[in-house]
T-cell receptor, first 112, second 110 residues
């Protein structure tokens, strides 16, 4: 089975712009979670989607949003980018919500 | 105080040594993940456990839910084990997402 894929792998944006990141889960997996990783804060939970519904969300501002499509693929969007949004964004998929999560390679976002 | 604490933060050891990384948490959890992250960012899930002990090759993970503590052990360590090891707590039956420790940066010298 193919693993979790994320596109793009690298992205450079400027402050104020918006960005959309994509995640394709392992075939058959219905749960997709998104995480932000920064040197200062480490890994932090962004949100989780299951069956096209956001099940819960971490402590991030409303500029961070996401969605999940019927094929379980997920996108996350960050609007009005700030310098502090520079990070590695990881998605992970699992068969069910409480199963082992399989991580994608991440998208490294740099905001200038 | 972080809800999930790891120790040590950094660990350098010689090839062949027995390695222990600890994770303690201050909240109720239903399970705990151990993750491995190599330079470049890729994360691999090593274990998910809610009680007792699990073993995979040279890796062993234990958890004591009552004492709110988990350990990851590496036997016969090898330079390829060099990575960041992260524990992550599953709270609220998974309803609250994962809460991560800061990670343990492990270097195994040949």
């Amino acid at each position: 089975k193919a693993g979790v894929t994320q596109t793009p792998r690298y992205l450079i944006k400027t402050r104020g712009q918006q960005v959309t990141l994509s995640c394709s889960p392992i075939s058959g997996h219905r749960s997709v979670s998104w995480y932000q990783q920064t040197p200062g804060q480490g890994l932090q939970f962004l949100f989780e989607y299951f069956s096209e519904t956001q099940r819960n969300k971490g402590n991030f501002p409303g500029r961070f949003s996401g969605r999940q499509f019927s094929n379980s693929r997920s996108e996350m969007n960050v609007s009005t980018l700030e310098l502090g949004d520079s990070a590695l964004y990881l998605c992970a998929s699992s068969l069910w919500r409480t199963d082992t999560q399989y991580f994608g390679p991440g998208t490294r976002l740099t905001v200038l | 105080k972080n809800e999930v604490e790891q120790s040590p933060q950094n660990l350098t050891a010689q090839e062949g040594e027995f390695i222990t990384i600890n994770c303690s948490y201050s909240v109720g959890i239903s399970a705990l993940h151990w993750l491995q992250q190599h330079p470049g960012g890729g994360i691999v899930s090593l274990f998910m456990l809610s009680s007792g002990k699990k073993k995979h090759g040279r890796l062993i993970a234990t958890i004591n839910i009552q004492e709110k503590h988990s350990s990851l052990h590496i036997t016969a360590s090898h330079p390829r084990d060099s990575a960041v090891y992260i524990c992550a707590a599953v709270r609220g039956g998974g309803a609250d997402g994962l809460t991560f420790g800061k990670g343990t940066h492990l270097i195994i010298q040949p």
